[in-house]
């Protein structure tokens, strides 16, 4: 286990690296060259896999692997982006750093909170854990193309206030209700073949009805991400900074301990996740409301 924390430990700067040149493509609307780096080191991670198991080396190949994954990609990145590491002045460092703190934060607590979730979700027993994995291993694989949702409001919103344009906010609240129906109607389209590639160990009747409710999570996370994008691009992160702490310390954390003390089970495993994301959602659209004053709306 040491070996993979110190695995684990290596592969994060490195990945932590990537988020400036990927960034700067975002702002320069290159996002095409981003999704070129993710695909080739997408591949050569699956390779890397196939290889260690193969080969023997099972966990701690499969995670030289993805550090060898994650640095072809910053490599990648940094080539499309034609960054320069001496170009940074000390100011472009404060900003960066300003910025990155709220962040930072919010991942952390977010971490936090998915720790406490899944250590509940273990104290249902065997069976039941195993139907909470398999589950939210499809939800997640889903909630990965949030992450490009998110970025392409991000260049859109970004130009929208670099042009100026008028009703930006109206246009964030009519993509809220298009994301969220795009989302409903994605779900049924890719939870059985996700099931199929990623969880035939536990059989599909036995993760439905659950699977669908686990799926709430995936809704609004495409909900979430929407203003997030919209507030980012307004250069406040202080919300987003907030957001995991609501939802997560506020919100998730107590429901899993009702859902533990009462043996709710599978059940209240399968919605809070959905619930939190909700309260986040909610939280950024109330406090885009109340700031409005100072927003480019």
């Known amino acids: 286990m040491s070996i993979l924390l110190k695995l684990k430990a290596i592969q994060l ?16 609307t290159k996002t095409n060259k981003i999704w070129i780096a993710t695909v080739i080191s997408s591949i050569i991670n699956i390779l890397g896999d196939f290889l260690s198991v193969q080969l023997g080396y099972n966990e701690i190949g499969i995670y030289v692997a993805t550090i060898v994954s994650s640095l072809i990609n910053t490599a990648l990145l940094l080539i499309f982006s034609k960054y320069k590491f001496f170009k940074i002045s000390f100011d472009y460092i404060k900003q960066i750093l300003y910025f990155a703190k709220d962040l930072i934060f919010n991942k952390i607590i977010q971490r936090i909170v998915n720790i406490y979730y899944t250590h509940i ?14 589950c939210s291993l499809i939800i997640d694989t ?13 260049v859109e919103y970004s130009n929208d206030i670099e042009n100026e344009k008028q009703n930006i906010l109206a246009k964030a609240d009519k993509i809220e209700i298009y994301g ?10 890719f939870i ?17 009805p659950y699977i669908w409710l686990y799926s709430i999570d ?3 996370t495409i909900a979430v991400c929407n203003y997030r994008a919209y ?7 202080k919300s987003i900074r907030m957001k995991a702490f609501i939802g997560g310390i506020c919100v998730r954390v107590p429901l899993c301990y009702i859902i533990y003390k009462y043996n709710i089970g599978l059940v209240g495993l399968s919605i809070v996740c959905g619930i939190d994301r909700i309260v986040r959602t909610i939280y950024l659209r109330l406090y885009i409301k109340a700031k409005q004053q100072t927003l480019f709306t």
Request: proline share 6%; glycine share 6%; with cysteine.
């Open 180 to 189: 969220i129906i795009f989302a409903t109607l994605f779900i049924p389209i």
């Open 192 to 208: 059985y073949p996700l099931w199929f590639i990623l969880g035939r160990s536990v059989p599909w009747n036995k993760c439905t």
């Open 231 to 237: 507030l980012s691009a307004n250069k406040n992160t």
């Open 121 to 134: 979700a273990s104290l249902f027993g065997t069976n039941i854990y195993a139907i909470h994995c398999i």
């Open 218 to 220: 995936f809704i609004a």
């Open 142 to 154: 889903l909630c990965e193309i949030s992450e490009g949702y998110y970025s392409g409001l991000l």
């Open 13 to 28: 700067p490195i990945h932590s690296i990537g988020y400036i040149p990927k960034n700067i493509l975002k702002i320069d």
